[in-house]
């Protein structure tokens, strides 16, 4: 059997002029932590896209699991290769044992980041496994250090051990702090505090609990186990930060929707009043000095169409041609912190390109274009939703449309925020003044799976640039073509 010199393990005695080499191995460890967190926190962002690829989101999670890695590995080399080590010529350790021992746990580190940053439950789970797998790989490659022989010549009195004081430990008592703080922080809804106690708590309890390693152990199986355990390790650490990406990009397109909808409401169907929240008032050049406005498009002559011998399923399976939806709902002029039209908010006929809306103080004025679809469609029958914008709007800057959709029959009204995107024509470098309307298409993609089996009614919200938030953007929407998958 080799001996710890023949495979670069080293027994140091304890000198109290010399670092010690716990702290030194400790160093190391926290050195690749950080740099992994770090790694993480910069690298490791969410995608762009509201709704990403199952595809793309397992590649970018093996290069976040990757990066954050060989983050943790550089980290260490850098305090183990400094020339003040005591341990550089003669490490207790062989660098590439340690490393692979701690990047089992430094590929946790994308998935802990991102859930910490949801709040999410799962992140103190994450944390613990991290921690327990760095505690027990530690354990086992760190080798014990030399015990002093006892030196006394005389013979000890008989039973003398029995009243020998064992040496306080605190390991219990920072264990117990530790589980009432993160108790206490948990029921705070403090996800991140309690995350990081829960980690500490495991890893001190396994490592107390886990063995030390026999004085010689085999260099070439101690590298050959912590291989295995990486490898068994990397495929779930992938896994595990698909998961996170995928309820991120979730999380983020909920927050964004309510942001957009501060101003509006989730329970409207269209043509519908809601209550008041607040006065405030909204002025133009027809329509003056009302607290907030109803503009419906102007009623077009009505056509004589035979019954309908049953009715239509939209969009039925088997449907390739997409179904073509005039916009017939109303437009809604209010203003914040008011959610919907006050009840008798004033309602007229016309269409945004022709009127002109605008609110007289400095509070921004929300616009809202809501179309009422009568009979559910099955969201697994549409994957994309194309709105057709008329702009005739002359006043510089981006204006952005977002579209949601929603249940207005299920529990609740679920919906679904399809993300917001910019009208070209509207952009800086394809501004121009408009003497007749633009017809622009914008193609909102709906995810295939989603929280939502139906929906009966499409919203659409018009985000315009700062400078122009306090008037009414002159845009219409055409119509909405429903694309069968």
Known sequence: MASPTQIGIFHHPADPHSPSLTRFLALLATAGLINAWIAAELLCPLPLR????????????SLYVSGAALAGVLGAWFYWSRSGSPFLHHPPVPLGLFTLTNAATWVWFPSIVLWSGQDSPLFPSVAVLAAILLARGLRKIIPPSAQPQDSDPYPRELFAATLETHPRELHGYILALCLYAAAYNLTNSWILAAGCLLAFSAFLFAWNLTAAPP????????????????AAVVPAAIVMTTIALLLGVAHRNLAQAQAARSGASSNLRAGSAGHPTGPRSASGSTLAGYESIILWPVAEKKQIVPPLASPPTLLAPGTTKPLVIRFDGPYFYFQPPGKRPVPDAHQAHGTPIEINIRANNFIPLVMEAHQSLGTPIPLARCREIQVEVLNRDNHPGTVNLGVLITDTSGTGKPQVYLGQQPLQSTEPGQFRVKTDPVLETLHFSIPSPAKLRKFDQITVLFFPDTGNDTLGPKLAIQQFELIAR
């Open 50 to 61: 509201p709704f990403p690829s199952l595809t793309a989101l397992l590649v970018r999670a």
């Open 215 to 230: 004085p010689s152990l085999p260099g070439n199986q101690a590298n050959a186990r912590a291989l295995r355990r990486l």
